[in-house]
């Protein structure tokens, strides 16, 4: 696998940054991840434009230009030869003498891989996954695509220890969003629900693309919090992001939800991401 860093493409073994790097030492750097299908990358001006905010918010400055960018992801999937799965960027402050205020003279490094990844025939999605429920212990800029993504680590790893495939996590009774996707419900009145953006969570590229498709093709949808009680009661719910793409969920916490299958709106959401998906890089 040929892996990008800081300008050069190398065979991944060989592709190595500084044991100074403050992604390393502090996690000081934010990362985003593009799907790729059909050898083509999916919404990625959104995935792009969310990793420019990501960088602003944290005060470094964008080593790229977005079309240098949109050059990396492509030579990558291109030298990979990857027709399904993902991209992945990242931009840490850099290596420099370990203080935690910000270095003068640090140049940012950049790191870009891909993965391969079943996405369209991903079995999951025909059996629908399971999740559970974990304390969302996370910092308050959940905004931000940051690497520090030890609470992620252990919500995950929660959710593999108990046979499931995502975590849902929970602030003040409501769901805040899952440890890498989006949450969202569809009411026994056919709402879907999803919570409205805020710091509290990540402003998924997938959940926006959903959103709209939900308007567009006549579905309600609201953008409000939701309880565990209501995920629990509700008909139906999914989880979004770059690499489950729309993910049915059919158990929660150990129990049966809704029908026990995916369900028929998530479903149709699924296809109708794909429809789009394949339309518009
Ligand atoms: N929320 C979190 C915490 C995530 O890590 C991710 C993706 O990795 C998402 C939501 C979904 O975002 P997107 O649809 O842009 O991949």
Redesign the pocket.
């Known amino acids: 696998r040929t892996a990008y860093v800081n300008g050069q493409y190398l065979p991944l073994e060989q592709a190595a940054v500084s044991v100074m790097d403050r992604g390393f030492l502090f996690a000081d750097g934010i990362y985003e ?1 593009s799907a790729v299908l059909g050898g083509r990358l999916v919404d990625n001006a959104g ?1 792009l434009a ?1 990793l420019a905010r990501s960088l602003a918010e944290i005060g470094i400055s964008n080593p790229h230009p977005i079309e240098e960018w949109v050059r990396i992801e492509t030579e990558l999937v291109s030298r990979n030869g990857l027709d399904e799965g993902l991209v992945y960027m990242q931009v840490t402050r850099g290596a420099a003498e370990r203080d935690f205020s910000f270095p003068k003279d640090a140049v940012p490094t950049v790191v870009a891989f891909t993965q391969a990844k079943t996405i369209r025939a991903n079995p999951l999605a025909e059996t629908g996954a399971k999740v559970v429920t974990v304390p969302d212990i996370r910092w308050q800029r ?1 905004d931000i ?1 940051s690497v520090a993504l030890l609470a ?1 680590v252990l919500a995950k790893q929660a959710a593999a220890e108990a046979g499931a495939a995502e975590a849902f996590m929970v602030e003040d009774g409501a769901i805040t ?6 949450a969202f419900i569809v009411t026994r009145e056919g709402t879907i629900v999803t919570r409205p953006l805020s710091n509290a ?2 402003p ?4 926006r693309a959903v959103i709209a498709l939900a308007a567009e093709f006549g579905l309600t949808l609201e953008e409000r919090l939701f309880s565990v009680e209501e995920l629990h009661g509700a008909a139906e719910a999914f989880y ?4 489950a793409f729309v993910m049915p969920v059919v158990s929660v916490d150990g129990e049966t939800l809704g029908e026990g299958r995916p369900g028929p709106v998530a479903r149709r959401l699924r296809e109708l991401y794909f429809t789009f998906a394949e339309a518009r890089d």
């Open positions: 991840v995935h969310r959940r695509k992620q969003e899952g440890s890498s996707s989006t969570l990540l998924g590229i997938t959940r979004t992001s770059a690499s």
